[in-house]
């Protein structure tokens, strides 16, 4: 059984940093990092290959946001760094029901509850 826990949110200002974690059981190969904004889509943020640690990021994220992952702690972390007003969001992490990591939220059946971070002045 697939199970993600989220954790390491909260209310930071711009600029600042946080490190979310993403705990899992069950066997998963890759995981993603989602989030939604209020009244937006949910959208993808980041995913790692958890055997190769192939990595991919959107547009909005990259030199800002790191992935990584700890095998044998089961967890995947997002390192958020000089965050912005607009990264304000709940963020999800989510599990794909195939062996690829993508960005495509269809393509992750897995969800964990999500964890809100504000990023506020």
């Known amino acids: 059984q697939v199970r993600l826990v989220e954790s390491g949110g909260g209310l930071v200002q711009p600029g600042g940093s946080l490190r979310l974690s993403c705990t899992t059981s069950?066997?998963?190969?890759?995981t993603g990092w989602f989030r939604q904004a209020p009244g937006k889509e949910r959208e993808g943020v980041s995913c790692?290959?958890?055997?190769?640690?192939?990595?991919y990021y959107a547009d909005s994220v990259k030199g800002r946001f790191t992935i990584s992952r700890d095998n044998a702690a089961n967890t995947v972390y997002l390192q958020m760094n000089n965050l912005k007003l607009e990264d304000t969001g709940v963020y999800y992490c989510?599990?794909?029901?195939?062996?690829?990591?993508?960005?495509?939220?269809?393509?992750?059946?897995?969800w964990g509850q999500g964890t809100q971070v504000t990023v506020s002045s």
């Open positions: 989510a599990a794909p029901g195939s062996n690829i990591a993508t960005l495509t939220i269809n393509d992750y059946p897995y």
């Open positions: 790692i290959n958890r055997s190769d640690g192939t990595t």
């Open positions: 069950g066997f998963i190969h890759a």
